[in-house]
């Protein structure tokens, strides 16, 4: 195998508005620590896996495709469906980047893809032979499941898979860790990675320059219930200690002996966006959170509730100015594009959601049914960003995140029988 590294400063030049929170509605009044464009390529003989991760909230599909034409006019023999574009889900990034918003600002996605196309040609020339080792933690105190109000009930352990590829004396680090970054809150105004920042700092000072953050599934995993307070001295302590649990266990990780098969899928489906609810249906919601507000004092369990009545105040979605939306006699519909790369042992799969922790493992139970043995990272806000899909279950509950889901109950059902169709096309099976 043979592996590359490069990394481009993706801050904006200019300060703008910042993605994350609806109450935010001031421009960044500046910079507390850089923004990066970091890319991993993977290569063996002339097939590739690139991994882009980018300190932003979320990648929509016009900015992809456009990451993807610079890094293919770049190296033709990249499939696209091996290409990864990945956001951090940080808090603290800027509005621009998103092609359905008044904030977008079409120069700040142009410099984005022109650093995205140097770090791939950072990593191109920084290809060497390379061996590549896995392992996996669960980590505790830094994240557990947000929308259980009980904390002592929300302290399990958060499953961390992470990578380490040796290259002669040097290596980079892949980390694949589900957690919304939300350490800092609406009261932020400065660009930040957020406890990728504290992150950062652990791996630097122990030798560790070159790493890739890549985000889970993430849906329902947050730093509320661990966190002491929204500050940057809190992002730091938090990184550090995430940087350390993984630290801990470089000398028992794992070496992955063979990379072969070597396949990347696309595969595509439909799900159903909701309709609006009507003003009516909103003042009942409205006033059933309040009600479920009284009875709860804890002001980390209030958040959920707080933030799905912000959801509420949204204007009504015009569905037919969607980009790439499909109108069908039954409804509005948008097609979702997946990609699945299989390296041996080694599974990626690029999911463009916000999926629940629950979900996560579901789709982990099908790939390894199916590739015995397999190591497989889930790569959430990845190759798009379309909010939540919410197993059918929690429908029946009030909170954050079913209020803001876009899509109906069935989406994340449609998201699983997917992966299923996708992995049966490809046959064969990893022994």
């Given at each position: 195998m043979m592996a590359g590294y490069g990394e481009k400063v993706i801050t904006p030049q200019l300060l703008g508005p910042m993605a994350g929170y609806d109450s935010r509605e001031e421009n960044a009044k500046g910079i507390h620590d850089d923004l990066y464009a970091r890319c991993l390529i993977l290569k063996i003989e002339k097939k590739?896996?690139?991994?882009?991760?980018?300190?932003?909230?979320?990648?929509?599909?016009?900015?992809?495709?456009?990451?993807?034409s610079a890094i293919m006019a770049v190296d033709r023999e990249v499939e696209k469906e091996g290409i990864f574009v990945c956001a951090t889900h940080t808090h603290s990034g800027p509005s621009a980047i998103f092609s359905n918003k008044v904030t977008f600002d079409l120069n700040y996605v142009n410099f984005v893809t022109l650093q995205c196309r140097e770090a791939f040609l950072e990593a191109m020339n920084d290809i060497k032979e390379a061996s590549?080792?896995?392992?996996?933690?669960?980590?505790?105190?830094?994240?557990?499941?947000?929308?259980?109000?009980?904390?002592?009930?929300?302290?399990?352990?958060?499953?961390?898979?992470?990578?380490?590829?040796e290259k002669n004396d040097r290596e980079i680090m892949v980390i694949n860790f589900p957690c919304h970054l939300t350490v800092l809150d609406e009261g932020n105004f400065y660009y930040s990675k957020d406890l990728v920042y504290g992150l950062e700092l652990e791996l630097k000072e122990n030798g560790n320059n070159k790493f890739l953050f890549i985000n889970g599934a993430a849906g329902d995993i947050s730093t509320r219930f661990c966190k002491k307070d929204a500050s940057f001295e809190e992002t730091e302590r938090l990184g550090r200690l995430l940087a350390r649990e993984i630290l801990k266990e470089k000398t028992e990780m794992h070496k992955i002996d063979s990379l072969q098969p070597f396949t990347v899928k696309e595969t595509s489906f439909l799900i159903k966006y909701k309709g609006n609810l009507s003003e009516e249906e909103k003042k009942a919601k409205k006033a059933q959170i309040e009600d479920l507000l009284t009875q709860i004092k804890d002001k980390r369990a209030r958040r959920d509730l707080e933030s799905a009545l912000l959801v509420l105040n949204r204007p009504n979605r015009d569905f037919s100015k969607i980009p790439g939306v499909l109108k069908l006699e039954e409804g509005f519909f948008k097609r979702i594009k997946m990609s699945l790369a299989i390296m041996g042992q080694l599974v990626f799969i690029g999911v463009p959601f916000e999926i629940y922790y629950s979900t996560g493992i579901k789709i982990e139970n099908i790939l390894e049914r199916k590739y015995r043995h397999s190591i497989v990272l889930i790569f959430g806000y990845c190759g798009g960003y379309e909010g939540y899909i919410p197993p059918a279950e929690n429908f029946s509950q009030i909170s954050y995140e079913v209020i803001a889901s876009l899509f109906e109950m069935d989406a994340e059902k449609k998201l699983l029988e997917a992966i299923e169709k996708m992995v049966t096309e490809i046959g064969g099976e990893n022994l």
């Open positions: 590739a896996v690139v991994l882009i991760s980018l300190d932003v909230l979320g990648v929509d599909e016009c900015l992809i495709e456009m990451i993807k590549i080792y896995h392992g996996t933690k669960d980590i505790f105190g830094i994240a557990s499941k947000r929308n259980i109000y009980d904390p002592q009930k929300s302290q399990e352990g958060i499953k961390c898979k992470f990578l380490k590829i």
